[in-house]
């Protein structure tokens, strides 16, 4: 069974930092590009990062430089350390495959979700 | 960056009501155009593909169409089941999503 559960999100401060984690199953992370999309309280869906098979990653610019996607192949996770949160990072964050077929990037499967929200 | 801009925000109809909903990109994006349903609480599901393929198990009275610019989504008989946030999507960008509700 494919599954995707996240971890580590909670309440930080602005400045502050914290590391979530998507545990796999079904499907091996180092063989597929894995995102975190991201959706704040009753907005809409944010792409945040992606980390492609070979490793190469890319940001969304709201987040650039201070968030960094990692993975573990040996324990098929994938990261997100989140430093210098600032409020506007309050969100839900979803771990997702994110598939490429003939051109066209889809997001399936999604994780439950974790909750991030920075306050003081 | 492609923009892509869905209509209504937000929509009310009645059980067996059709419903439509419109994404338009802000470029030719041939038929790269995915479609997801987000219930309250959950994390957003994939629906449509290439503007016009179901997945697998998604129900039959879900459809999608469009090409180029312009796309729609449609629901043939409104069930209480699919109340829920509609999204389209385009490479990394998300519509702005539409809430479907029940008249």
């Known amino acids: 069974e494919v599954q995707l559960v996240e971890s580590g999100g909670g309440l930080v401060q602005p400045g502050g930092s914290l590391r979530l984690s998507c545990a796999v199953s079904?499907?091996?992370?180092?063989?597929?590009?894995m995102s975190w999309v991201r959706q704040a309280p009753g907005k809409g869906l944010e792409w945040v990062s992606v980390?492609?098979?070979?490793?190469?990653?890319f940001y969304a610019d709201s987040v650039k430089g201070r968030f960094t996607i990692s993975r573990d192949n040996s324990k098929n996770t994938v990261f997100l350390q989140m430093d210098s949160l600032r409020v506007a990072d309050t969100a839900v964050y979803y771990c997702?495959?994110?598939?490429?077929?003939?051109?066209?990037?889809?997001?399936?499967?999604w994780g439950q979700g974790t909750l991030v929200t920075v306050s003081s | 960056d492609i923009q892509m801009t869905q209509s209504p925000s937000s929509l009310s109809a009645s059980v067996g009501d059709r419903v439509t909903i419109t994404c338009q990109a802000s470029?030719?994006?041939?038929?790269?155009l995915n479609w997801y349903q987000q219930k309250p609480g959950k994390a957003p599901k994939l629906l449509i593909y290439?503007?016009?393929h179901l997945e697998t198990g998604v129900p039959s009275r879900f459809s999608g169409s469009g090409s180029g610019t312009d796309f729609s989504f449609s629901i043939s008989s409104l069930q209480p089941e699919d109340i829920a946030t509609y999204y389209c999507?385009?490479?990394?960008?998300f519509g702005g999503g539409t809430k479907v509700e029940i008249k």
């Open positions: 997702v495959r994110e598939r490429t077929v003939r051109g066209d990037i889809r997001f399936d499967p």
């Open positions: 290439d503007a016009s």
């Open positions: 470029q030719d994006i041939s038929n790269f």
């Open positions: 999507q385009q490479d990394t960008t």
């Open positions: 079904g499907f091996s992370v180092s063989a597929n590009y």
């Open positions: 980390i492609y098979t070979g490793g190469t990653t």
